[in-house]
């Protein structure tokens, strides 16, 4: 049994909202490792130099995306349609959210296997991820500090402003996978359109996702919200505990049916306390035997019960309007649970782009069609909503759909529902589903 953090390496963030220009900034994290997004640094949030790092001009009003990637593969022509494909993903979200400074991304478009050791075994591929590379915990206006992605408090406009880092988003994509880019042909039964992709990775680094998660069991049975502690000594292991944090995301998380909100479950489990801790044994140990602890394994059921948690604006009531996220795995996985949109209820439908499984074979374009052809494009009508509720900026006007490819094909019209239970955090490749995962 160990407690799932280190004191290099905490993770314990992300947070988003509507902040008024008097918001406190309470500390920063920077976040390195887009594949593993619970792994991050604390850092200074102002920088103790007198250069300033946190003035961004609009770059082009059509792409407020502006994207450095590392394409190392040895094929220019790929690397040319990985460029384009990040170009119209940054187009696409530009015309959803009306952005006053451009979001940052670090993409690098690398074989897993070849630099990481990390090859397909028994089926299973990573596609890749993305995370915010720095998370910014600030008192929301309901005076409870949540966590937000730089790219959201960038646009704030806040007062007392941390130092941000050159980069919004991390994102990491296996050149090792089988991609289908626009103007590639007939779309195969094994491929993946490589333009949804990115698309459902930047809009988790933009902040849906929960900080939700057992950071204290290896095998998972209990959920709380990131675990915060400082180390009270170099010279120990013994570290002070300053609570759970949520995210922004959470916010918004209730129960169903009974509307309850589970800001109000964090902060009765914020009722341990227990000061400083001498080893994270006895922070597990202690935490178990408490109260609070049944309170983290009913989260636990709730994660892992269909249709037992959703997303509601604060002071909604009506749980018919929720969006209804992923808790149908009856085995807990860590990226996919929660941080999803329920996949039976958003298949063919406006909204399918945050489901944690994605069809092979269809291109987005025909997702896009299948699901009624909205005039927003991918950014479906209730992720447009939820994209607000977090404090973004979204434009009234509909989306003109301008990326349809250049080749046309009716391979893989059907949407074949493929609700397989997953085997592991990331990505699972299985015979026509790929897992979407941060």
Known sequence: MR???????????????????????RSCWDHNDPLNPKERIKVPCYSTTSEQSNDFEKRDDANMFSVTLSCLVDD???????????????????????????VTVNASFVDFCTEYQTCPTNGVIILGGASPAKTIEITDDDGVDRLFPQSLVKQMNISNSP?????????LFNSGADYWFDG??????????????????????LGFTTGYDDYINDVPEALTPLVSVNQVSLLSDAFLFNGFVEYIFDKFMVVLPSGKRVTDISKQLNNFTGGVFNSTNEFVSEFKASPQYPLAEQMFTYATTSNSLGLLPVGSNDISKAIILE???VKYVSGSSVSHVDYQTYSNTSDFLMRYLQNHGIRLSQFIKSGGDYSGGPIGPKLRLFLSWIGYTIRNETVDILYEPTTDNNNGESNAH?????????????????????
Not at 81 to 100: D, S
Not at 418 to 438: D, G, Q
Request: contains cysteine; proline residues 2%; hydrophobic residues 50%.
């Open 3 to 25: 407690l799932k953090f280190t004191f290099l390496s905490i993770f314990f963030i992300i947070n988003i909202l509507n902040v008024i220009a008097t918001t406190e900034v």
């Open 76 to 102: 220019k022509t790929l690397c040319d349609k990985v460029q384009t494909a990040f170009n119209e993903a940054g187009r696409i979200i530009t015309e959803t959210i009306l952005l006053n400074t451009q």
């Open 163 to 171: 130092t941000y880092s050159a980069f919004d988003i991390f994102a």
């Open 184 to 205: 590639d042909g007939t779309i195969s039964s094994s491929q993946s359109d490589f333009l949804f992709v990115i698309l459902h990775e930047l809009i988790h680094g």
């Open 327 to 329: 808790t149908s795995l």
């Open 418 to 438: 493929h609700n397989y239970p997953p085997t592991i955090i990331i990505l699972l490749l299985i015979t026509a589903s790929f897992f979407l995962w941060m």
